[in-house]
């Protein structure tokens, strides 16, 4: 039987935290490493090795088949891209999601990070996708519902911006199993959809292509694209809902604090 959406109780929210730490620590190394001429697959063993020296293991790792700890998505890569040999360049956008499993619970978070010298209009599309990040998370308070959140992300990136939001790929609960329910899509109308409780964590993670919001699966099966092959951006937390305003259980600072240190990578 389906089951319905899980409140987490104080000592589960102790335990996704520690979860979402090590997902964020883990994505601050690659904040660190991050460089043209480096590959995907050199940042997926650190990150895989990071994960279990700290009693963790890749929730990705295995999941549905899937080959590796992270999903490295670059430049019209949307999510679910599989680390490879191939050099990251000048110039790249890279999409780092990760999850963690450990004691449990499933840690999940992503970054999207600029390489050297990106294009100001991409840059423009990144921070537009981050700060949707947070107009979601503000919406996400208990007496709210999924919809308000949805809205909130495509209003600004879709309707006020012009951006593409991804339809077929959307945020979710997150617990015991790395995909729960609610479905928190990233396009949708206000005051529709389940209604957030307090104890309810979710991951919201607005997934935003700089032209259509159409895609496509490479042949590797796994690999979503922008149709017209122009960038996509895609920033993710994991929060618990409270009253008055959720609380991140991932942490976006640590991952900012390795950008400001690494000067082949360009700030928001
Ligand atoms: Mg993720
Ligand atoms: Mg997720």
């Known amino acids: 039987m389906a089951k319905g959406i899980i409140i987490k109780t104080e000592e589960e929210i102790e335990l996704l935290r520690k979860s979402d730490l090590l997902v964020s620590k883990t994505l601050s190394l690659m904040g660190e490493m991050l460089k043209p001429g480096i590959s995907g697959k050199e940042l997926d063993e650190k990150a895989e ?22 999903c490295i998505s670059i430049n019209e890569a949307v999510v679910h891209g599989i680390p490879n040999k191939m050099e990251i360049k000048d110039g790249d956008v ?26 100001e209009r991409i840059m423009k599309l990144l921070r537009a996708t981050n700060k949707s ?31 593409g939001v991804v339809r077929e790929l959307v945020g979710h609960g997150v617990g015991r199993d790395l995909h729960e329910k609610p479905e928190v899509p990233n396009f949708g109308r206000r005051g529709r959809g389940p209604v957030l409780k ?37 920033y993710e937390h994991s929060v618990v809902i409270r009253k008055n305003k959720a609380e991140l259980l991932s942490n976006h600072e640590i991952i900012e604090e390795s950008i400001k240190n690494n000067a082949n990578i360009k700030q928001l």
């Open 49 to 70: 090795e990071l994960i279990r020296d700290h009693g963790g293991v890749p929730s990705f790792k295995g999941y549905q088949g899937f080959p590796a700890t992270l």
């Open 94 to 119: 890279v999409s780092i999601d990760c999850g963690v499993y450990m004691n449990g619970f499933h840690g999940d978070a992503a970054y999207t990070f600029a390489i050297g010298d990106v294009d």
């Open 133 to 163: 990040l947070y107009l979601g998370i503000e919406q996400a308070v208990a007496g709210n519902r999924v919809g308000d959140i949805s809205y909130a992300i495509q209003y600004y990136t879709e309707k006020q911006l012009g951006y």
């Open 198 to 234: 307090e104890g309810m964590t979710i991951a919201i993670e607005p997934m935003i292509n700089m032209g259509t919001k159409r895609v496509s699966v490479l042949e590797d099966g796994w690999t979503i694209v922008t149709r017209d092959r122009k960038p996509s951006a895609h």
